[in-house]
């Protein structure tokens, strides 16, 4: 080498010198040429000032003017970095829509697995084996169809009427309380009731639920054990409790219930692996729904009409039911409700819904693949971000708004003068969609129903506390309330609501 560069011409290292900066140039040059259209191609970023944490802190701030912003900027398919990780979100609701229709593409199962080990503790044996558990995901499905939750919200309607009766003795005279702790424990027991029967310790139960339940979305990050002690110990409380209901009679179950532990005991699990996948369950009964009557209430109690418009619909239902049944006995408390027609309240449950509701459907990609032009990768991560749908002000009228009749007209929602089928997803969809969307929707109905019979509710005058949406919850349904309403509440005597 060192010959070679005595014996030459100062010319020739010159030369020699530019052929390598030439080449290097060209390499730098063509790589990233190779590099951006590579970035043309994939779905734009979501721009960010800090490493890492990427878009978290205006996620945390205000996450609708985020994904509200990038869908105006780049269009409905779009990727947002945070917390290290990064999303590929879509927004609108025919790409939403694709996604949820190509389950081999965009699939689920991997998640859903990887959730029942991090976030249930069911044993990676066991969550391997339901790789192979068609038969019981669809007991599981058929068990909560349309047609079959007419047994389960009979079985609902006693047990919710004794839970609100029970909490009423408590409000003989006006009481000032706080909404949710009013409103979610009775909600919270008649629900688990239903599916488990009595012999369920439910009460024992509320307080590491809410603990657990506040670890969902932390469970999931892999983070040291010590930080995540707190949800552990409480999960461990709940498996503690569904392995000693488990293992005692228990004939007062559901046949939901009893059918689905029938499959689940051929599977020949530990005890722990069987009561974690029902805590999988309990946890997917519970956590939306007590959500959802909280801000039904709620915001229906901040508007000028306060809850007067619902009570004047049962209150009717109920009278017209008991004169057209004069000789029938409504043992399932329910029956009056199932039957009537409460075009104001479903109304308001629907809007309650659209408004409350933030969810991220995931899907792992299979397959390289286009989407709304862009290029996905395979192992890359697709969000379907159904609130964009619900927050869009072409499909929704004010949509920040909370609009109690927004649902009672025959209004059709459109975008670009097309008609928007799937204009609110509380429920998700595709492979994935809620399972208990038929169940919740009469369930709902049910607990305001018996309980605006048997309450008279007010906003407490004195305070000005109000709920906030609880934004570190995106993603998993129905954000909780941060914060709370105060609340007057006085026991309705004058009702027939005793039948
Ligand atoms: C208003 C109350 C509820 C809301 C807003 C809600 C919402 C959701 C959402 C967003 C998902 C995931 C969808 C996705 O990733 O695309 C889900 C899944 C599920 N929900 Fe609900 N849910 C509610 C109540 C219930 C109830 C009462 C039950 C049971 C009776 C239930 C059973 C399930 C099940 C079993 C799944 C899992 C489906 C799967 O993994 O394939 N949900 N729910
Ligand atoms: C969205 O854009 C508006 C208008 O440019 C801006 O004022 C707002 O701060 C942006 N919000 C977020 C969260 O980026
Ligand atoms: C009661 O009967 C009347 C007349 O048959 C009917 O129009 C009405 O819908 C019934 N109401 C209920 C709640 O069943
Ligand atoms: C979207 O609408 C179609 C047609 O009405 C329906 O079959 C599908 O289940 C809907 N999907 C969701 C997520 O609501």
Not at 111 to 133: A, P, Q, T, V
Not at 191 to 208: D, I, W
Not at 253 to 282: H, P, Q, Y
Not at 346 to 361: A, G, H, K, M, Y
Request: hydrophobic share 40%.
């Amino acid at each position: 080498m060192s010959s070679f560069i005595v014996s030459s011409t100062s010319t020739s290292r010159v030369n020699t010198l530019l052929v390598v900066v030439g080449f290097l140039a060209f390499a730098t040059i063509y790589k990233l040429l190779d590099k951006r259209k590579q970035f043309e191609k994939r779905p734009p970023l979501v721009k960010y000032t800090i490493p890492w944490l990427g878009s978290a802190i205006q996620l945390g701030k205000d996450p609708d003017g985020v994904f509200k912003n990038a869908t105006k900027a780049f269009g409905p398919v779009f990727r947002i970095k945070a917390a290290g990780r990064e999303f590929t979100y879509i927004t609108a609701p025919e790409i939403i829509s694709a996604v949820y229709r190509d389950s081999k593409t965009f699939e689920f199962t991997p998640i859903r697995l990887d959730m029942s080990e991090l976030i249930f503790g069911i044993s990676k044996k066991s969550c391997n084996d339901m790789k192979n558990i068609d038969h019981f995901l669809k007991y599981h499905h058929e068990g909560l169809s349309a047609k079959a939750v007419h047994g389960l919200h009979q079985r609902y309607g006693p047990f919710a009427y004794d839970c609100i009766q029970n909490m009423m003795i408590n409000f003989r005279a006006t009481t000032i309380t706080k909404l949710a702790l009013f409103i979610k424990p009775p909600a919270y027991v008649a629900a688990l009731y239903t599916f488990f029967g009595k012999t369920y310790p439910a009460l024992e139960s509320y307080e590491p639920f809410q603990i657990f339940d506040a670890g969902f979305l932390l469970l999931q990050t892999k983070l040291p054990r010590f930080i995540l002690r707190k949800y552990l110990n409480a999960r461990e409380k709940l498996t503690v409790l569904t392995e000693g209901y488990l293992t005692s009679p228990h004939e007062d179950c559901s046949d939901f219930v009893r059918e689905m532990e029938g499959l689940v005991r051929n599977e020949k699990w530990s005890s722990r692996d069987m009561a974690n996948f029902f805590l999988g369950d309990i946890w997917a009964f519970e956590s939306n729904a007590i959500q959802a009557v909280y801000w039904i209430i709620a915001l229906q109690l901040q508007r000028p009409e306060g809850l007067y418009k619902i009570i004047e619909e049962i209150d009717t239902a109920r009278d017209s039911w008991i004169k057209n049944n004069s000789n029938v006995e409504d043992e399932t408390h329910c029956q009056w409700i199932l039957e009537g027609s409460f075009p104001f309240l479903t109304s308001v449950i629907q809007e309650s819904l659209r408004f409350c509701s933030s969810v991220f459907s995931i899907r792992l990609v299979t397959r390289e693949v286009t989407l709304g032009g862009y290029r996905i990768r395979k192992g890359d991560y697709v969000m379907c971000h159904t609130r964009s749908v619900h927050m869009d002000n072409d499909i929704h009228k004010n949509p920040t708004e909370f609009i109690p009749e927004r649902y009672m007209g025959s209004e059709t929602f459109t975008k670009n003068g097309r008609i928007v089928p799937n204009h609110s997803m509380p429920f998700g969809g595709g492979v994935s969609m809620c399972e208990g969307r038929h169940f919740v929707m009469g369930e709902l109905k049910i607990f305001i129903a018996l309980l605006l019979s048997a309450a008279h509710i007010e906003l407490d005058p004195l305070s000005s506390e109000r709920p906030q949406f609880q934004w570190a919850r995106m993603g998993t349904g129905l954000m909780p309330p941060e914060g709370d309403l105060f609340i007057r509440v006085t026991r309705r005597t004058s009702t027939s609501s005793s039948r």
